[in-house]
Every structure is written in C-alpha cells, then in structure tokens.
C-alpha cells in the first residue's frame, strides 16, 4: 500500500477484518489475495482516496464502519452489495442517490447529523426490516425505499415529516402506516389490483387499475397513461 510514497501496511484479525490506520489520506494500491474472504472494513476519517484492484461491489464485506468519515463521495464508492450491518458517523450529513441500491442491509439507523437522504438510496434492499430516519433530515428523495419487500414500516422521528417527492404506490402504504404524509404517487402495472386508490395525495397512473371501478378521473388525479 503506497500512501503519500510511503509504505503502510493494513492490519489484519483472524476474523478477516481490515483496519486502515488512522492518519492515511490516501491508498494509491491495495491488492489482497482473496478479498472475497474479507467481512469488516474500517475507513478512518482522513482517507479521502482509495484505489483497488478489486471491486467493493462483489466484496462479501457485512460490515462497514465509518466513525468520522464526512465526505459522502467516498460513502458512495463503498456501495457493497453483500454487506448487512453499517455504522455512520455523526459527521455524515447526505445519503447520496441510489447509495445502497441493492445491497442485503437488514437494519439502518441514521445517526441526527443526516439533513438529506437522496434518490433511490435504499432501492432494491430486498432484507431490509427496519429503517429509522431522524429528524434532522428535511429533504427526502424520490423512491427511498423501493423494492424492499420485508421492510413494512419506517419510522420517522419527526412524526409530522411530508413526503414531498413523489413515491411508489408500495411505499405510500409504508409511509401511511408510520402516519407520514405523501404528496406524490406513482402507480405503476405491478400495481394493478389494488382495491383503491388513495385520495390524500396527487397520483400519477401509469397503467390499468383492474380492481378499481371509476365513474370519473378523482381530482386528485394529475396524470393518466394506460
């Protein structure tokens, strides 16, 4: 491992975790012979840099600490997929888009400094059961929790939080039973049979509604592609 032409090496437990010391800034190379093997990675807060040539992607990393780290780039280009347990620092402020997309995380609870959560970020989590969002965060992105079949409710610490992106119609029922309010729904095809369309937000229909008998377009309704 070069890191500012120096050579550094990386600790290694019998557990197969990997712990980069603190101080390093950079990790111009870092090769491993079986990375598949590795389980727990810690990333101090004064690494901005890191080049492998492996990728985190197919890592059977479950465990990713980051106590200090503030720079939301590096968060995103950890984007594990196998990995089911993440600890964030109080310095993190923003879920980046589409930030753990995919990945088997089955627990998150966001630490109060996180003011914004974006696009997609927990999309596709297909073992995620529980998500808690404090209420430091005032802008909450598009689709947060797409395609997270076992998660059956978030739970907001700011009980009067609004929904002002527009959500699928799965997570409008989510959010409904934690008592959040939505202002925008998206009801696809894979939405079709349901009974009933929701009359507290502005819906946006894209595809047939087979259970839902309709004398007339509800007002609520802004937009209409079957």
Request: net charge negative.
């Amino acid at each position: 491992i070069l890191c500012l032409n120096r050579q550094h090496t990386i600790n290694y437990t019998d557990s197969f975790e990997i712990t980069i010391e603190n101080g390093i800034e950079s990790v111009d190379h870092y090769s491993c012979r079986n990375p598949y093997d590795i389980t727990s990675l810690y990333i101090p807060s004064t690494l901005t840099s890191f080049a492998t040539d492996h990728s985190f992607v197919t890592l059977t990393l479950q465990e990713l600490r980051l106590p200090n780290l503030s720079n939301e780039y590096l968060l995103k280009q950890c984007r594990i997929k196998a990995i089911t347990s993440i600890h964030l620092a109080s310095t993190i402020h923003h879920i980046p888009n589409e930030c753990f997309i995919n990945c088997e995380l089955k627990e998150v609870i966001l630490p109060s400094s996180i003011t914004s959560i974006g696009d997609r970020a927990f999309c596709h989590c297909r073992y995620l059961t529980k998500l808690f969002i404090p209420s430091s965060v005032i802008d909450y992105g598009s689709n947060v929790i797409v395609s997270c079949p076992l998660l059956q409710n978030v739970e907001f610490e700011n009980k009067q939080f609004v929904i002002e992106n527009i959500c699928s119609c799965k997570e409008y029922s989510k959010y409904r039973q934690s008592g959040i309010q939505c202002k925008k729904v998206k009801i696809e095809i894979e939405d079709s049979m349901i009974e009933k369309l929701p009359d507290d937000c502005d819906l946006y229909i894209n595809g047939l509604v087979n259970r839902v008998t309709l004398s007339e377009i509800p007002p609520n309704v802004i937009s209409f592609n079957n």
